[in-house]
């Protein structure tokens, strides 16, 4: 029980005030807030199988800076795409895209999260703990109510903001993660 509540706890608060808790924030204004949890919850399973399976098995296979840069390249084009017009960007979403709302979700948070404090965090402590399990049951329950919260709140935010407000703020979100991420990397 010990792995889970340090794994919980420490996801919890390292997910507070994360990218992916604003992530989860702006995406809550672009898509219906049941398909952004079940994305979320369904990125959040995927990055924490993959992390304590990494973490109590082979260690880290990729250099964590590469991983960064490549979400903080991702996180600008998203930021950059959520720029275009709101009947734009639906329209050819439903001619272009290959994914519904709930993949674009679960794929835009695993590619947010990797390589990300929380993701790190799971696979240490999957391999320093002695039980996997605990450490995965508690790091998903931690992330789903921390992004459960951003969910809530960008959801508050999308009926009070104007759909063009909460676009532009969704993008600089995204935008300033985006190069936020590129200047620590390069740092």
């Not at 994360?18 to 398909?35: E, H, N, P």
Request: glycine share 10%; with cysteine; hydrophobic share 55%.
């Amino acid at each position: 029980m010990e792995a889970f509540w340090a794994s919980f706890l420490l996801i919890f608060f390292a997910e507070m005030g994360d990218k992916t808790q604003f992530l989860v924030m702006a995406l809550a204004g672009r898509y219906d807030s049941r398909r952004v949890f079940v994305g979320m919850t369904l990125g959040i399973i995927v990055v924490h199988a993959m992390s304590v399976l990494l973490g109590a098995t082979i260690g880290s296979l990729l250099p964590a800076e590469k991983m960064a840069i490549a979400a903080s390249i991702l996180f600008i084009c998203f930021g950059l795409w959520s720029l275009k017009g709101e009947e734009d960007a639906e329209e050819e979403e439903c001619k272009a895209s290959r994914f519904g709302p709930v993949m674009t979700v679960a794929l835009t948070f695993i590619i947010g999260e990797m390589g990300d404090k929380t993701q790190l965090a799971a696979v240490a402590l999957a391999s320093e703990m002695n039980s996997w399990l605990m450490v995965f049951i508690g790091a998903v329950a931690g992330m789903i109510i921390a992004d459960g919260m951003g969910l809530v709140v960008g959801n508050y935010l999308q009926k009070k903001i104007s759909p063009p407000t909460m676009q532009k703020v969704s993008a600089a979100i995204f935008i300033v993660f985006g190069v936020a991420g590129l200047v620590q990397c390069l740092l």
